[in-house]
């Protein structure tokens, strides 16, 4: 048997496309970056070896650090609003009427491409004949926003979306977490008179705690990651207001057709969502696991 | 908790309802209108008329090439994944090697990697391979860049199979083979339709891979060739909503028809890392 299941043969067969994939497609081209990024290269013609400059000039490139800054800022945003996730889902998940009708509303704008979503919320924040302003004139505002042409609100009009898009995947995640919880647990504890807001603080939390810190990382790594919906809607602009790292990489590279310059920004990318995932990860560890 | 406790309730959860679900409501309204209703009167009006025109008008000037491609494409590319991944997860959890935990590592470091860290090299492989503007470069793509999550959701799974399935197939003579496509493969079903519904949101509304490695009309799929779509038609809002929703629709409904399933499989697998 335990012959059978060591097959040399049969583990590289089936292993090889996975890996070769992966391989290939992933962790190649990233090393590939951070060579390209030693170079000046247009893109098309020949490249000519230049050392660490446009690692240096970038480091030193504050169009860059405004983008990097922008990223922290969406993934504050991010972060903080798993809270308001945490809470739905937790109301859902008590067995109220209605839930699983609630739920798929909540989940639908995850189904939505990003394009579709940045093309509808552009309608929304239409100064003349979106819903917004419209909205705000009924209220007697004079002089609603411009949300997506003044350079000190756009980030924030652009982040609403991104959390409206996000939303039901993780009301998801915490509704199925959530659910895995002995219903026994929460009668025990009802039964010693404990209230709603105990039951949730005191033994949901903690039970699903793990689930909670896996939802903070992947937040914050998706969000300095987060590219299309800002490409859409604003392109980074006005002026760069809500460029982030991403839509600055990719504007350097496929506009600029600097794919030096634009792979050092990349491979700095890289860099700063591996390092903050390592500490959100040690921040957020846990020393024993829960059992239930 | 008393009565006002739970009208204070629903009262919120009904808010973020109308907050989830209102602009795409707002969507299908503005795609049933035509250009005058929506700049003279209110965004709230329902239509005059239902004018399925729109749908009529950008469905013939040539969205159905965008969504035939956007089909074919998250079709065989979830397949690829799912059978690649599969084969991997069984190899990883089931077999007894040296080096499985290495090799696992290296798939869910796969997670945390922003693709745009690896866009301009896999540009200039393509160019290199004359696969850039080629419909394959997309599909493999996807697939490389979906393993990772769907292996992590494959993987709770493979582990509570039981043994003895395993040596009861090998000792009535199975080969390898027939046990994984025979017998482990099928009993996979309920999570496999879990991973296949994620894969089908994600490769349906891929934005940059497309927008990045396909210049061809002929070639695109909905998520980019909307974004061109939109720009000709600028100023015509009931056709862009009509092109929004036949985008939408497809996904909506597959979504609607499963959605109970992602739950169920997430619950019992991805999550409970």
């Known amino acids: ?93 008590s067995k109220i009427k209605g839930s699983d009708v609630l739920r798929k509303i909540y989940l639908i704008p995850m189904l939505l491409s990003s394009v579709a979503i940045a093309q509808l919320w552009i309608k929304i924040y239409d100064p003349s004949n979106g819903v917004l302003n419209t909205i705000l004139a009924t209220f007697g505002v004079e002089n609603p926003p411009l949300w997506l042409a003044d350079t000190n609100i756009v980030l924030y009009s652009i982040f609403i979306p991104i959390i409206w898009q996000y939303a039901g995947f993780y009301i998801l995640i915490y509704y199925a977490a959530l659910k895995n919880i002995p219903e026994s647990i929460i009668e025990a504890a009802r039964i010693d008179g404990a209230s709603p807001l105990q039951i949730a603080f005191r033994i949901k939390l903690p039970l699903i705690m793990s689930i909670v810190k896996v939802t903070i990382v992947l937040a914050i790594v998706g969000s300095l990651k987060y590219f299309d919906l800002i490409y859409v809607m604003t392109g980074g602009g006005p002026n760069g207001a809500s460029e982030v790292m991403a839509s600055y990489m990719y504007k350097l590279a496929f506009a600029n057709n600097d794919f030096g310059y634009g792979s050092a920004i990349a491979f700095l990318m890289l860099i700063i969502t591996l390092i903050v995932t390592y500490i959100v990860r040690k921040l957020t560890a846990t020393k024993e696991e829960i059992q239930y | 908790m008393g009565r006002i406790g739970y009208f204070l309730l629903y009262a919120c959860l009904a808010i973020v309802a109308v907050f989830q679900i209102f602009p795409i409501i707002w969507l299908v309204l503005f795609s049933l209108k035509d250009n005058r209703e929506i700049f003279a009167e209110s965004p709230f009006a329902l239509p005059q008329e239902i004018r399925w025109e729109n749908y009529l008008k950008v469905w013939e000037s040539g969205i159905g090439v965008y969504f035939f491609n956007s089909v074919w494409i998250t079709g065989i590319a979830v397949l690829l994944t799912l059978l690649v991944a599969s084969m991997a997860t069984f190899v990883i959890t089931r077999m007894n090697w040296k080096l499985s935990k290495l090799v696992l590592g290296l798939f869910m470091v796969g997670l945390m990697i922003p693709i745009h860290s690896a866009l301009i090299p896999l540009f200039d492989m393509f160019n290199t391979i004359n696969l850039i503007d080629n419909p394959w470069s997309i599909v493999i793509t996807y697939t490389a860049y979906n393993l990772p999550i769907t292996m992590m959701i494959l993987l709770g799974f493979y582990y509570t199979l039981p043994r003895e399935i395993e040596e009861a197939a090998i000792i009535d003579g199975a080969s390898l083979h027939r046990l994984f496509f025979r017998i482990i493969l099928p009993m996979t079903t309920p999570v496999l339709s879990t991973t296949a519904i994620i894969n089908m949101i994600y490769n349906w509304n891929e934005f940059v891979f497309v927008n990045t490695f396909i210049s061809s009309d002929k070639y695109k799929t909905l998520t980019v060739g909307i974004q061109n779509f939109v720009g000709q038609y600028m100023t015509d809002w009931g056709a862009i909503g009509a092109t929004l929703v036949i985008s939408v629709l497809p996904i909506l409904l597959a979504f609607l028809f499963f959605s109970n399933k992602v739950v169920e499989g997430i619950s019992s697998s991805a999550v409970k890392g």
């Open chain 1, 1 to 93: 048997m335990n012959k059978v299941m060591s097959n040399k043969w049969f583990i590289a067969l089936y292993i090889f496309p996975a890996l070769f994939l992966v391989s290939v497609l992933i962790f190649i081209p990233l090393l590939l970056t951070g060579y390209y990024g030693l170079m000046e290269w247009d893109g098309i013609g020949a490249m000519e070896f230049l050392g660490l400059d446009n690692y240096i000039v970038a480091i030193q490139d504050a169009n860059f650090w405004d983008s990097a800054l922008h990223s922290f800022l969406l993934a504050l945003f991010s972060t903080l609003s798993l809270i308001i996730y945490l809470a739905v889902s937790m109301i859902l998940a």
